[in-house]
């Protein structure tokens, strides 16, 4: 399965496929650091926000990359389980190099700050911290919706963008305060919210973004799993 990883990935990579989605991040991380400086929760927060669309832009490119049938093949070699978990595994990488240029990003634009003087913000290497567990999470959401985005399971082109675009928008729109199903997509918006606070989270709260998290990406994967099953 290793094997099978590194040659997605130098397949991508050498197809110059990751340069649309990389020079996309570049741009918004632009924007986002550009205005000014911010409290770091805060900016990493929405910065994994915005990246959100990225990833899962990222993890499509990733799975649709391959042939269908090369992909047949693997499957055939190396298993169903090994041969979709090689594609993700792939796509996890690629998009942990992203949300590490995301997290230097605001570096050259001084576009974080530590708290004002009696403003009660969250400390600089706490918000720091919780930046890297916001776009650990805003990443997670994003493969299993770019998974369900793949060809293998939408079959054709349009489908697959409107599954893309659509997941996309939901996990913002519904995210917001107030909405009437925030459990329908991942938390993404919740996490930039809690991190914009002027008090940093709970640990309770964690546990609880942690947990939805989870939920929500295992039940996406089970239904690329179910869709991949019938249709190998």
Same mark, same amino acid.
């Given at each position: 399965m290793t094997a099978l990883t590194r040659m997605r990935l130098a397949g991508f990579l050498r197809s110059g496929r990751a340069l649309a989605p990389l020079i996309t991040?570049?741009?918004?991380?632009?924007?986002?650091?550009?205005?000014?400086?911010?409290?770091?929760?805060?900016?990493?927060?929405?910065?994994?926000?915005?990246?959100?669309?990225?990833?899962?832009?990222?993890?499509?490119?990733v799975l649709d990359t391959e042939p269908d049938v090369q992909r047949?093949?693997?499957?055939?070699t190396v298993g169903p389980v090994r041969e979709s978990t090689a594609g993700l595994l792939a796509a996890l990488a690629l998009g942990a190099v992203v949300c590490v240029l995301a997290m230097l990003a605001p570096v050259p634009f001084g576009g974080i700050r530590g708290p004002l003087p009696g403003s009660g913000e969250t400390a600089l290497g706490t918000g720091i911290l919780l930046g890297v567990l916001a776009h650990m999470l805003a990443l997670l959401g994003?493969?299993?919706l770019g998974a369900l985005a793949g060809r293998a399971v939408t079959r054709r082109v349009l489908p697959g963008v409107a599954v893309l675009v659509t997941g996309s928008v939901l996990?913002?729109?519904?995210?917001?305060?107030?909405?009437?199903?925030?459990?329908?997509?991942?938390? /993404?918006? !919740?996490?930039? @919210?809690?991190?914009?606070?002027?008090?940093?989270?709970?640990?309770g709260t964690l546990l609880l973004l942690g947990g939805?998290?989870?939920?929500?990406?295992?039940?996406?994967?089970? /239904?690329? !799993?179910?869709? @991949?099953?019938?249709?190998?």
């Open positions: 991040a570049l741009v918004v991380l632009s924007v986002l650091y550009g205005g000014g400086s911010s409290p770091a929760a805060s900016a990493y927060g929405y910065s994994a926000v915005m990246l959100f669309p990225v990833l899962a832009w990222l993890t499509k490119l047949h093949l693997a499957r055939l994003a493969v299993s996990a913002i729109v519904l995210g917001l305060r107030g909405s009437f199903a925030p459990w329908l997509v991942p938390p /993404v918006m !919740a996490t930039a @919210r809690e991190l914009s606070a002027r008090t940093p989270p709970t640990a939805w998290t989870v939920l929500w990406c295992g039940a996406a994967l089970g /239904v690329y !799993a179910g869709f @991949r099953r019938r249709r190998s």
